[in-house]
């Protein structure tokens, strides 16, 4: 079945530093949608994203759907305490409804 | 709170037992999406419904599991025969409208089998 690749799986940064991830897949997609995860809850979305080299933002959340559909990034800036959790991109194939295909994750931890 | 509902947030069954999650999706809302969590994992879509309608179960055991979304009133995931490989979070989702799109998420129904 189709697949995303998430990376990095974890990442140990400091307060205030800056954060990328990514995720890409041999499939192209027509959606990519991305989404923040607490322990004991459910996904929170974060940035939706509808066309290829669309670059969006959300506060200090930055998202972009990459030129060749198959691959999306995730940036955040000057990051916080409460941006511990973890990272789930998802993306929908063309033509198969709605169904998410999820990336593994990164999970994120912040040093104060 | 208009959001995505789910009950119960926790359910404990033994083996063979069955296990009924209920969805309610958020406001306006005829779209909904099952998909399974088990630890350290990414969520893995099960099935996608609309009222009285089984759109895409292509995620779906063939085996012992069925969804519903009737008219009136919540889907309905349900388990049979529950075994200990069941034991994951189940994430209910919905969505405005058909195919592509942003999905809201619900709190989720962690199920333990013992």
């Known amino acids: 079945g189709q697949q995303l690749n998430q990376s990095p799986q974890s990442m140990f940064i400091q307060e205030g530093e800056d954060v990328s991830m990514n995720c890409t897949s041999s499939s192209i997609f027509n959606t990519w949608l991305w989404y923040k995860q607490d322990p004991g809850e459910g996904p929170v979305l974060l940035i939706a994203l509808y066309k290829a080299g669309e670059l969006t933002s959300n506060g200090r959340l930055t998202a972009q759907f990459g030129i060749t559909r198959k691959d999306s990034f995730l940036n955040i800036s000057a990051s916080i305490p409460s941006d511990v959790g973890i990272y789930f991109c998802a993306g929908q194939l063309y033509n198969q409804g709605g169904k998410l295909i999820f990336g593994q994750g990164t999970e994120l931890s912040v040093k104060p | 709170n208009a959001g995505v509902m789910q009950n119960p947030r926790h359910l404990v069954r033994r083996r063979g037992q069955e296990a009924r999650l209920r969805c309610s999706p958020m406001k306006g809302h005829s779209h909904v999406y099952w998909y399974r969590q088990l630890p350290e994992e990414g969520l893995k879509f099960m099935v996608y419904?609309?009222?009285?309608?089984?759109?895409?179960e292509s995620g779906m055991p063939k085996e012992r599991f069925s969804a519903e979304f009737p008219k009136e009133g919540p889907s309905i995931l349900r388990i049979q025969q529950v075994v200990r490989g069941d034991s994951a979070a189940y994430f209910c989702?919905?969505?405005?409208?058909?195919?592509?799109?942003?999905?809201?998420f619900g709190p989720g129904t962690r199920l333990t089998v013992l």
């Open positions: 989702a919905s969505s405005p409208g058909p195919g592509g799109g942003e999905q809201f």
């Open positions: 419904l609309q009222k009285e309608n089984i759109i895409d």
